[in-house]
């Protein structure tokens, strides 16, 4: 069986779409009031990973959150303070990365807003550490920051 071509822009389209329709249901569990989402990711690597701008619902027309949905944990945090893509894949990571140290070292680690999870079992912190480590090493390699996503109109 080959692999999927996410190099063919219809896969590519429809692997955003699902992802989109997944940061909808995600904010919606969460309950995180926003307005609309970004018709197509902010930066993403199908089938990787995805960045979302989540409109602010009382800012109109401003981001108020970003969301990374993929073949990892779903996440957001406030765009606050974050403006770029670049730095929501560092911020998420930096908050992984807290999140596992903690858990490790037997404090009580912060509450996570991972799905539905409020506490990632001992076992599955090596992967959420290599899923951290995945996203650090996309923030800082210069290469997936040289030139914007394509939209689906540039397909």
Known sequence: ????DYDDPALEMRWCADRRDEVGRY????????GQIG????????????????ESRLKPGWVGWWVVCGDLPTDYVSAGEIKHP?????????????YCESVRSGAQPAELSIGSARAIPLELIPLLEARATMLASWAQD???WERPSPSPDSA
């Open 1 to 4: 069986m080959n692999a999927p």
């Open 27 to 34: 904010l919606a569990a969460e309950g995180v009031d926003h």
């Open 39 to 54: 018709e197509w990711p902010a930066w993403h690597v199908a089938p990787c990973v995805s960045v979302w701008a989540v």
């Open 86 to 98: 670049r730095e929501v894949l560092q911020a998420i990571s930096d908050k992984w990365r807290r």
């Open 142 to 144: 210069d290469s997936n």
